[in-house]
């Protein structure tokens, strides 16, 4: 509710809340196109160029889930780069 009071309010802020809404729409598009069309690994590789940070702050596991892959798999692929 307090979101659409500010879209009300000015159309500076509904500008801003309906490109904030589309970016997040076309990563989420791109996301899921990768687990569709991408291998596993390359994946990995664009998540950590794109999210280097996620790296460190977000457990293994969820980076894992995120990419569709085992959280073993993830461990693998974090080893071979690291070679």
Do not use: C
Not at 58 to 66: D, E, G, I, R, T
């Amino acid at each position: 509710a307090d979101l659409q009071q500010l879209y009300g309010l000015s159309k500076d802020g509904e500008r801003l809340g309906r490109l904030n809404a589309e970016g997040l729409y076309i990563e989420q598009a791109m996301h899921l196109e990768a687990l569709l069309m991408d291998p596993p690994y390359m994946r990995f590789q664009q998540l950590l160029k794109a999210k280097p940070v996620w790296f460190q702050r977000v457990p293994q596991k969820y980076l894992a889930s995120y990419l569709n892959i085992t959280p073993e798999t993830f461990s693998r692929y974090k080893r071979k780069l690291m070679e």
